[in-house]
């Protein structure tokens, strides 16, 4: 979680989406700050983005930094004290500059609970890493397929996964942290004995 965290921070160009009468909206806006148990931005009253938030409570966040290491975190958010904006303007210079004494305008969001993932393409270890986490009380899923019983330890899976994330095994088993969620292995086992991930 922390390491997600500190990505979304680092990047600064943070995909950010909500909801308005069932269509998705995206922007992207710069993550100002984050603590142990999640992330804060902020934004204006007049903006769309603004009531999209107080109307649903909910968010997504998506960032990709230069080496293809990924975070993604869906949640909920909570307006937080105004002295936040505060800090978050000592904390990030060019806010000054580009908004000189027009803090009160700003009302601070905190991404207090919520869920997500790391996802490492950088194929500095493995082809593709993938760690999930959750916060502030919520639960997560484990990710990648899965094989049942009903596996009859062919091994086409294991010879077909591109992710090498498939062991040996009674019945065979995918590692969930090299899993790409593609489904080849579900497509190519001819007793039909793995399941299809269940997302966040």
Not at 60 to 66: E, Q, S
Not at 125 to 134: D, G, Q, S, Y
């Amino acid at each position: 979680m922390k390491k997600a965290f500190e990505l979304i921070r680092e990047v600064k160009a943070s995909v950010i989406s909500t909801v308005k009468d069932g269509a998705p909206h995206s922007r992207i806006i710069d993550i100002m700050d984050y603590d142990e148990g999640g992330v804060y931005f902020i934004t204006m009253t007049s903006k769309p983005f603004y009531r999209q938030l107080m109307e649903t409570k909910k968010v997504a966040i998506t960032v990709m930094d230069k080496n293809y290491v990924q975070a993604r975190i869906v949640g909920d958010v909570k307006v937080v004290d105004h002295e936040k904006v505060m800090d978050i303007f000592d904390k990030n210079p060019a806010m000054k500059e580009l908004f000189p004494g027009e803090e009160k305008v700003f009302t601070p969001f905190y991404v207090y609970k919520g869920k997500g993932e790391l996802f490492d393409l950088s194929g500095r270890e493995r082809k593709m890493i993938r760690e999930r986490f959750a916060f502030g009380g919520e639960t997560v899923n484990q990710a990648g397929c899965s094989i049942t019983d009903k596996c009859i330890e062919c091994g086409i899976c294991k010879k077909e996964c591109p992710f090498d994330a498939i062991e040996e095994g009674t019945p065979y088993k995918i590692d969930s942290s090299y899993c790409d969620e593609c489904g080849i292995c579900y497509n190519a086992c001819p007793v039909k004995s793995i399941e299809l991930p269940k997302g966040l």
